[in-house]
Nanobody, 127 residues
Framework: QVHVEESGGGLVQAGGSLTLSCTASEHAFSLYTMGWFRQAPGKEREFVST?????????YADSVKGRFTISSANTKNTVIYLQMNILKPEDTAVYYC???????????????????WGRGTQVTVSS
């Protein structure tokens, strides 16, 4: 069983920054494709960003493009980050990290294709 855990959420004023971290436990064949998703109150969970298993391909939802940056601390993607800048009140949500052992050169935007999820971390942006 792979354990995924997020950290770094909190309360920030609009225009501010936060960095989320995600750690996935080591697996014998770990080379994860990783993703960030978020769920705002009363809304469905939505894709935010993904990083391919080789770390070379990054993609973002249009709503965060240019403001958020996904990165990895190692070649296995067992530790990733989501740098969030110029935060807006509409970014308020629970942010989830997800991992899949399915290697993908283009990342993965579909949440149904992720096997492992963290419990989420709350990000609140005040206006």
């Amino acid at each position: 069983q792979v354990h995924v855990e997020e950290s770094g959420g909190g309360l920030v004023q609009a225009g501010g920054s936060l960095t989320l971290s995600c750690t996935a436990s080591e697996h014998a064949f770990s080379l994860y494709t990783m993703g960030w998703f978020r769920q705002a109150p009363g809304k469905e969970r939505e894709f935010v960003s993904t990083i391919s298993s080789n770390g070379r391909y990054l993609s973002y939802a249009d709503s965060v493009k240019g403001r958020f940056t996904i990165s990895s601390a190692n070649t296995k993607n067992t530790v990733i980050y989501l740098q969030m800048n110029i935060l807006k009140p509409e970014d308020t949500a629970v942010y989830y990290c997800a991992a899949t052992l399915t290697q993908s050169r283009t990342g993965e935007q579909r949440e149904s294709n992720y096997e492992y999820w963290g419990r989420g971390t709350q990000v609140t942006v005040s206006s």
